[in-house]
């Protein structure tokens, strides 16, 4: 009987096969960006960012926008 362990070799990934699957995920990309449609995650499978310009997130409203200003106006 053959007790696994951490120290046993894995079959190890083609590096070609995982550079060509990476080149395929990119075109793909580049045509899912020309339509406008979500993007495939990278290698690591997260997803992708839209964009990383600041400018285009509205910033204004939510929670603390108006600074230290009370819930309710005092009535005197």
Do not use: C, W, Y
């Not at 362990?5 to 990934?13: R, V």
């Not at 997130?57 to 106006?73: A, C, E, L, T, W």
């Amino acid at each position: 009987m053959h007790q696994e362990t951490f120290n046993d070799k894995l079959p190890a990934s083609s590096g070609a096969g995982i550079e060509k699957q990476d080149a395929q995920r990119i075109d793909d990309n580049a045509k899912r960006a020309e339509k406008g449609e979500p993007q495939v995650g990278g290698a690591a499978g997260r997803a992708q960012v839209a964009s990383k310009d600041p400018k285009e997130f509205d910033v204004r409203g939510g929670p603390g926008s108006m600074g230290n200003k009370p819930v309710q106006d005092p009535v005197v």
